[in-house]
């Protein structure tokens, strides 16, 4: 077994849509990023490559790229998978925990533990997102951003 840390921070930007765990979230603003700025994804990826010792996201998908402007993170999230599947690693289990005052996002979790878990070839029982606030404390408490972690299990 080998677990993997992630952690991703993006602050909110206007003009753009607010992306989370692969579903769209009526917002008044989204996050800034290279990408399409799904900061849940980002953390998700950077947990399932440190744990198969791979690097991070931005080894993989450098932001000076530009074949990765605004691309779906989605998209990403399977080429890592097929980095694991190459390195005859599965996943087991995951747990994403999403710290924002606003939007509130208990209405799209299921949707995002459906994307996420076909796109992880994982059970939905395997899969745990959830949202939490900070009361107000720090840039996710000022309405500045959004942060991530996630935590996930692999096997050999």
């Given at each position: ?16 849509p607010l992306?989370l ?10 996050l800034?990023a ?5 900061v849940v994804?980002?953390?998700l ?6 744990a198969?010792a791979?690097?991070d996201?931005?080894?993989?998908f450098?932001?000076s790229?530009e074949?990765y402007r605004n691309?779906?993170?989605?998209i990403l ?9 190459d390195a ?10 999403i710290?924002t005052?606003?939007?509130r996002?208990?209405?799209h979790?299921a ?8 796109d992880l070839?994982l059970?939905?029982?395997r899969?745990?997102i ?8 720090g840039?996710t408490?000022r309405?500045?951003g959004?942060a991530?972690h996630?935590?996930v299990?692999l096997e050999?």
């Amino acid at each position: 077994m080998r677990i993997g840390h992630g952690y991703d921070a993006h602050r909110f930007a206007s003009g753009r849509p607010l992306v989370l765990g692969g579903v769209t979230i009526p917002y008044s603003n989204g996050l800034a990023a290279h990408s399409n700025g799904d900061v849940v994804i980002h953390a998700l990826c950077d947990a399932l490559l440190g744990a198969a010792a791979l690097g991070d996201i931005g080894k993989l998908f450098p932001d000076s790229s530009e074949e990765y402007r605004n691309i779906d993170s989605r998209i990403l999230l399977r080429e890592v998978v097929k980095c694991l599947t190459d390195a005859d690693l599965r996943v087991s289990s995951v747990d994403v925990s999403i710290v924002t005052q606003r939007p509130r996002l208990a209405p799209h979790i299921a949707d995002m533990v459906q994307r996420l878990s076909s796109d992880l070839a994982l059970a939905s029982g395997r899969l745990n997102i959830k949202a939490t606030t900070t009361e107000g404390m720090g840039f996710t408490g000022r309405g500045e951003g959004i942060a991530v972690h996630a935590v996930v299990l692999l096997e050999e």
